[in-house]
Structures are given as C-alpha cells and as structure tokens.
C-alpha cells in the first residue's frame, strides 16, 4: 500500500517538475497540496510517509478528527472548503492556511479568532473565475475591494487567489480562466498587496494551472486514487 502512494507522490511530483520546466517556471516554485477530503487518517499517514506534509480539507468536522488522530505528525492543514460563519473559529485554531475566504465578514471573525499563540493565518480570496450561479467565491469585480480590506486584517496573512474552474474540454480552454486569475493577481500586486500565492490547478488541470503562474496545487484524486 505504501508503494501505491510512494508511486502516485512521484508521478505527480514528475507533473510538476515537467510543467515548471516546459512552462519556464523556476524549479520548486509550484508546490503540491494534497487534497484529502473523504480519505481516512490512515491514507494521510501513508502520503506522509512517503514526503508528503501539506494537506487540504474540505470539511470541518472531519479534518479536525483527522487532525487529532495525525497530531503526532508534523503536518501543515489547509482549509479548502466552503466556510460557514459558525465554523470559523475551529479554522482558526487548527489550520495554518484557509484557500476559500470568499466574504469579508468570513476575513474578519477568522481575524478576531486565530489564537494569538499561532502566527498570523494565511489566507486566499476565492473568487468565482467562471461566474457560475452555483460556486463560492468573489465575483472578479469585488475581489480588489475585499483584498484591500482584509489585507489590513491583524491576524490574517493575505497570500494570494484561488480558483476552481468550470470543467474545461482542452488545454487552450483550461488555461483561459487561470490567466483570467493571473492578471487579477498582478492587478492586486501593481496596487501594492504583496500576493504571492496563487492556488490553481488539481489532479486534471494542473499543467494548465502552473502554465498560467500556479504556486501551490490542489491534488486529490491523482495521489488517493477515486473518492467514495
Ligand atoms: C476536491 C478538491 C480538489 C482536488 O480535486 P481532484 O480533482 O481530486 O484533484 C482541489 N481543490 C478543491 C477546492 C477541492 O474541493
């Protein structure tokens, strides 16, 4: 079982090494976040095993069990999820990133809760590149004004973007709403915020997303196999 995971960490890794070097991205400037939701502790222990220590989850209750359980290991949790307000304080105290702020009142209460023990929390605007009705997530136009306000927050670090595109049917089609991202990014920067993450790309896009300037991608199903 661990060479299962040792392979599929390794056939990954390659992916990445190949876009960034295809791509004329610096060597190691994409890493890679491994998107855990629904897989057991056990699973996780297995990834980690193997030189894994990022992870992503999408569901509070169940990323916290996993967290207690994995306690002993030195993991670095991501909140992936959408955010319901009466869940921000557990995301504060026991996560070091959240990818899917997509309010500012959502900015503020993980603000107000992170424990003043943690260092500050990084944070990611999500934002709803395909404008579609269903999705979390900004719309393009509000980004800048949210950006600016929680950028002054005390106990949040505003590190960048994050996307999850409508499926696309080639690689051209893939890679329009990543540099939709990407210049909203650089928008950000020119007015002086800093950014320097951009989560985009997972198991089926992420050659697109690192063409398009990814820093960290979101991997699930590539490294766990389906998800029941
Ligand atoms: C599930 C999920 C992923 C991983 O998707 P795969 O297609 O399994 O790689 C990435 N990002 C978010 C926000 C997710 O919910």
Same mark, same amino acid.
């Given at each position: 079982m661990n060479t299962d995971f040792a392979d599929r960490l390794h056939l990954v890794l390659a992916r990445i090494r190949a876009a960034e070097q295809r791509f004329q991205?610096? %060597?190691?400037s994409v890493q890679l976040l491994a998107v855990?939701?629904?897989?057991p502790s056990a699973a996780i222990a297995a990834l980690a095993a193997v030189g894994q220590r990022r992870f992503g989850e999408n569901y509070v209750q169940e990323a916290l069990d996993k967290i207690a359980e994995l306690a002993a290991l030195d993991l670095e949790w991501h909140f992936i999820g959408p955010i319901q307000a009466n869940k921000t304080r557990s995301i504060a105290e026991h996560?070091?990133?959240?990818?899917?702020?997509?309010?500012l009142k959502i900015a503020e209460r993980l603000s107000a809760q992170r %424990?003043?023990?943690?260092?500050p929390l990084n944070v990611c605007l999500q934002v709803n590149i395909d404008r579609e009705p269903t999705k979390h997530g900004l719309d393009e136009r509000e980004v800048a004004t949210v950006a600016s306000a929680v950028a002054t927050?005390?106990?949040?670090?505003?590190?960048g973007l994050m996307a999850i595109p409508a499926p696309a049917a080639d690689f051209t089609a893939q890679r329009e709403p990543l540099a939709r991202l990407r210049t909203l990014q650089d928008l950000l920067n020119a007015a002086g915020l800093g950014l320097d993450t951009l989560s985009m790309g997972m198991s089926d896009d992420l050659e697109a997303a690192i063409a398009e300037g990814a820093t960290l991608t979101r991997v699930g199903t590539a490294l766990f196999g389906p998800r029941t």
């Open positions: 991205r610096l %060597p190691g855990s939701k629904t897989q996560f070091a990133w959240v990818h899917s702020v997509d309010r %424990p003043a023990h943690l260092p927050l005390p106990r949040l670090r505003l590190r």
